[in-house]
């Protein structure tokens, strides 16, 4: 089987009658570049930022960040590269940045939350992006966006950014995609609304999951209402994805369940555009994509949608991908 999946290292992701799709990779770090060459990535999906931040011992200047994130565009060779800006709070801390102690962090101030908040410091992760997108295909998207106006208002920052660095000479891409992330329940009902606005969305399902059920990812205690193929996900995810395509935009999701087997089947069903993984998930999830016809994928997922619980659903597909 491995060898059969190192085959398609550098095939595009066919589906069984045809259809494209794109197969990525989710990354923290530079460091990460290696395995994703490796194993086919078409591009980078997820550039989770706040690692930058984590694993420094004060705040990242705008010199250092541009330098990562240059090494990221230029690694990908003109793949697209979708960077999340920086995503503190909630369960990750910054030890130079003291944030208040919360009743409920994940409920709290955290992503861009604070970075329209500490408008500086928000300034200087855009500016060593923009500056940085001279050097391959670089598309911004925001984390834990609830609302239009803070979609509108960190775009506003994104503008003046770029009005400075045109001033100041500074050669970059003015074409540079913008987007959310689609990971609060609020921002899934309002994608109608969002997909007018933004060039593009990610479904963060981690967060989607854990926001929807209103069920901490990381306490076990509730383990069991992290529900990927809860109907009620579901029909989030396709709302999603049906906005966006009505306004003619992008859709990925970079949450575990761009690479999960038995998801893979049903996001290809509901129309997805990329699936963003670990990288040493991509070739598994391009081989499985190869063996799906759109057409059966997409009756399957209709069917799922209309079912009770998330245990049907995952009894559903297992027959159906079994059986071939
Ligand atoms: C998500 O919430 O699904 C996601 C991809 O973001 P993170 O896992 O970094 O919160
Ligand atoms: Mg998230």
């Not at 990750?92 to 992503?111: D, I, Q, S, V």
Request: with cysteine; glycine share 6%.
């Amino acid at each position: 089987q491995k060898a059969e999946w190192a085959c398609l290292k550098d095939e595009p992701t066919t589906s069984a009658d045809g259809v494209k799709f794109m197969t990525g990779a989710n990354i923290g770090t530079p460091k990460d570049l290696p395995a994703v060459l490796e194993n086919g990535a078409e591009g980078i999906g997820l550039y989770r930022t706040e690692f930058l931040y984590m694993d420094s011992n004060d705040m990242p200047s705008e010199e250092d960040q541009f330098e990562a994130y240059k090494t990221v565009l230029e690694g990908m060779q003109g793949k697209p590269v979708t960077v999340r800006t920086m995503d503190i709070g909630g369960d990750k801390k910054l030890p130079y940045m003291p944030l208040p102690e919360e009743e409920n962090p994940f409920l709290g101030y955290r992503a861009i939350r604070i970075s329209l908040d500490k408008t500086e410091m928000f300034k200087t992760q855009l500016r060593a992006l923009v500056r940085a997108s001279a050097f391959g295909t670089l598309w911004i998207m925001f984390p834990m966006v609830a609302t239009l106006p803070e979609f509108r208002a960190a775009k506003a920052v994104f503008e003046t950014v770029k009005a400075e660095l045109k001033n100041e000479g500074v050669n970059f891409d003015d074409n540079i995609k913008l987007g959310i992330m689609i990971e609060i329940p609020s921002a899934a009902i309002l994608a109608d609304k969002f997909a007018k606005e933004v060039d593009f969305f990610s479904i963060g399902t981690n967060d989607l999951i854990q926001y929807t059920m209103a069920a901490d990812r990381g306490n076990e205690k509730v383990a069991y209402l992290y529900q990927p193929y809860s109907p009620s996900i579901l029909r989030l995810i396709k709302r999603t994805i049906d906005c966006a395509h009505k306004e003619g935009k992008f859709v990925a999701v970079c949450g575990e369940m761009g690479g999960d087997p038995i998801a893979v089947p049903l996001l290809v069903g509901l129309g997805l555009d990329e699936f963003s993984m670990s990288a040493t998930s991509i070739l598994q999830a391009r081989s499985l994509i190869k063996n799906l016809s759109t057409t059966d994928m997409q009756a399957l997922a209709e069917k799922a949608l209309d079912l009770d619980t998330n245990d049907e659903v995952a009894e559903l597909v297992k027959a159906a991908t079994t059986n071939k």
